[in-house]
């Protein structure tokens, strides 16, 4: 009996030394899909000695457990905010700001809502503005020229970075929005949503579109010239399509990055950013970017460069410079 007690116990043992380093990260549901599959390869190519959890509970739910210091990476898809800064700060939480990618924020509809071919700011904002709640209720209340259809709605909770800058972008201010629509943190809801309801709008993460092509319909946007421009990798890089680009990120806690394990995920994303960035349909930066994100890490510059506040519009020549300076 003694025997196989001791047995037992160096069992136990063994498995305890052969537990798995865990990095959790959480935020963003736009660059989940990045985060996901680089934490897929990653810990293949480390044969199951890291664990990495990867959740979407929207930017502003990921920064929250960010700065409690409950995660070692927070998923973003807008910088930052003075309140979340200020939240890090009290909490002692130093952090890196790392750009990743680029995104390009789709309005999409349903196929039956064959008249909508491209859509105007000044439109979306007629549907989108809290002055719109309860009020604009059809399609041809927005435009007299299409049809009296009903306007079924779908978009990003309150906690997501898409909503805020969607907001920001299109209505002038971020958070200002009806809130008489149908409402999710997780974009597979919303997808699914305005595929079932004709008359159906959304809006959501480049990604999230390019997967259910077979569902959806991409409605151009007319930019600030006057073009209607459909989202796509070329109209990104080319700036046309404004104002709803924008660039998405992961920030990293300071005293995480201390870990091997954190250091070597992260150099993994900076040497697999492009190739997997384009496999799940976002825009990768230029490589002089990730060149700077390791001078960011190697020289411990913390912090953020966008000073707490939201930027709607930047190019991705534009990220860079703001970044570099």
């Known amino acids: 009996m003694k025997q196989i007690i001791a047995l037992l116990v160096i069992g136990f043992m063994n498995v305890a030394s052969v537990k798995a380093d865990l990095i959790k990260i ?24 890291t664990k990495i959890t990867v959740g979407i509970s929207g930017t502003g739910g990921g920064f929250k457990k960010f700065c409690r210091g409950d995660i070692d990476i927070s998923n973003a898809s807008r910088p930052i905010l003075k309140s979340e800064i200020e939240a890090c700060r009290a909490a002692g939480i130093l952090f890196y700001e790392i750009p990743i990618a680029f995104d390009a924020i789709t309005v999409v509809t349903n196929p039956q809502t064959k008249f909508l071919k491209s859509i105007t700011i000044a439109e979306l904002k007629r549907i989108w503005e809290p002055a719109a709640q309860g009020k604009i209720k059809t399609w041809k209340q927005v435009n007299i020229q299409w049809p009296d259809m009903p306007l079924s709605l779908f978009g990003p909770g309150a906690d997501s970075g898409t909503f805020d800058y969607f907001t920001d972008a299109i209505v002038g201010k971020a958070k200002s929005s ?17 595929a079932r309801n004709v008359g159906g709008l959304g809006y959501f993460g480049f990604a999230y579109y390019v997967e259910n092509q077979d569902k959806l319909v991409a409605v151009a946007i007319v930019n600030s010239k006057g073009q209607p421009v459909l989202p796509s990798y070329e109209s990104v890089i080319d700036g046309t399509y404004e104002p709803l680009s924008r660039p998405i990120f992961i920030y990293v806690n300071a005293k995480s990055y201390q870990r091997p394990e954190v250091q070597q995920f992260v150099e993994f994303y900076f040497k697999n950013a492009k190739a997997l960035i384009e496999e799940v349909k976002y825009v990768p930066l230029p490589i002089k970017a990730y060149e700077h994100n390791r001078e960011i890490l190697n020289k411990q510059r913390v912090g953020t460069k966008f000073g707490g506040e939201p930027k709607v519009g930047l190019t991705i020549d534009e990220l860079i410079k703001l970044e570099t300076k």
């Open 178 to 194: 009806r809130g008489d629509y149908t409402a999710s943190e997780d974009d597979n809801v919303l997808v699914q949503g305005v």
């Open 26 to 49: 959480d935020g963003s549901s736009t660059v989940f899909p990045i985060t996901e599959a680089m934490a897929e390869d990653f810990q293949q190519s480390v044969k199951g000695k």
